[in-house]
């Protein structure tokens, strides 16, 4: 869970105006930066894929439905930013009622977010390695439960935070550490980070492993585009959390050494707290990437790409796991070399997983 650590604090450790001033920018003008930077280009991009699914494919398969998911969660919550600038450059004086409520829409989406990026991972291992196996996906109201029980986890984990989150606290800041006790803090950051990184980005990993060994019969320029832009998913996901989870596990060390290495526990918390406001700004960057990232990713498995623009990319983004599944499986029908598909026979399968 995410904690603050206010300015005035500085006091308690005796920093002097040039300490004050380092404080200030690691606390407020770094993470401010970093989230209007967010604000600013990911909420044109998440609604530009909006409009685009809303307004031009009435008939969406799994893949679309799944973008489409991503995008309404990731414009959710970049829609909060304006609130944490506020809240990171002044005291928290809007109610705790809407503390409560803004760390657990933050909390929701995210977890929203990341468990359709997972699926997504999922979507497209079967897609490309277990081509017939995958049809099941795209059926109606598979895809229907499906969704509806990503939102319904992302519901339950993060419900936790409407009773640990608090503004009524020493700094006066709007935070989620509000625990009866030590036990109860390292259970909940264990879980959060097992649940929202370490296991997600195990599948991820895993799939798109699997899928870059697949794309082996690509010709050359197509296989290395397409393993950048596998590598670019993994990393993007990995840049963005990984700083959040890294400091989010100090706490826990902290907690578990206090007893023994009260000193050692100290410097792990105060660390944890000076950059607080930064690994939790850096998380929205997954927000703001996501758009393009998987666009192009997406993208990259139909081989070339069709325009420079990215309208013109996300318009041929439908096509690609009906494609890819198509070639897969015709080739294994037919016993037809890749490359050699017979076009009508690939009509057929696009047409039944759409």
């Not at 989620?176 to 006790?181: E, K, L, T, W």
């Not at 109860?184 to 959060?192: H, P």
């Not at 990995?238 to 007893?259: E, R």
Request: with cysteine; charged share 15%.
């Amino acid at each position: 869970m995410r904690s603050t650590m206010a300015l005035n604090s500085s006091t308690e450790t005796g920093l002097n105006n040039t300490g004050m001033d380092t404080l200030w920018v690691q606390h407020t003008l770094l993470p401010n930066l970093i989230l209007s930077a967010c604000f600013l280009t990911g909420i044109p991009g998440n609604s530009f894929v909006l409009w685009i699914i809303l307004t031009k494919f009435p008939r969406r398969s799994f893949t679309i439905a799944l973008i489409l998911n991503l995008a309404m969660a990731d414009l959710m919550a970049l829609l909060t930013v304006p609130f944490w600038i506020y809240d990171f450059a002044t005291s928290w004086n809007l109610g705790e009622a809407s503390c409560k409520l803004l760390v657990y829409f933050n909390y929701l989406t995210m977890y929203a977010s990341i468990f359709l990026i997972t699926l997504m991972s999922l979507h497209r291992f079967a897609v490309v390695v277990l081509p017939v196996a995958s049809k099941r996906w795209q059926r109606p109201h598979v895809v229907y439960i499906t969704l509806v029980a990503v939102w319904l986890l992302a519901v339950a984990f993060a419900s936790p935070t409407l009773i640990l989150t608090s503004s009524q606290n020493v700094e006066g800041d709007c935070s989620d550490d509000v625990y009866g006790a030590q036990w109860q803090q390292i259970v909940d950051n264990v879980v959060e980070t097992l649940f929202s990184f370490v296991i997600p980005f195990a599948v991820i990993a895993i799939c798109y492993s699997c899928v870059a060994r697949k794309v082996g019969t690509l010709k050359f320029h197509q296989k290395m585009k397409t393993k950048k832009l596998i590598i670019a998913v993994v990393g993007g996901f990995f840049v963005c959390w990984l700083p959040y989870h890294i400091f989010s596990l100090l706490t826990v060390c902290a907690l578990l050494l206090q007893s023994t290495f009260p000193g050692v526990a100290k410097t792990l918390d105060h660390a944890d707290k000076v950059v607080s406001n930064i690994h939790w700004a850096v998380a929205f960057l997954s927000s703001t990437v996501n758009p393009i990232l998987y666009a192009f990713a997406a993208q990259s498995f139909r081989g070339e790409l069709q325009g420079t623009s990215f309208a013109k990319l996300f318009f041929k983004l439908h096509e690609d796991a009906d494609e890819t599944s198509a070639n897969t499986t015709t080739t294994k029908r037919w016993n037809i070399p890749a490359g050699e598909t017979p076009v009508e026979c690939r009509h057929e399968v696009t047409q039944d997983e759409t």
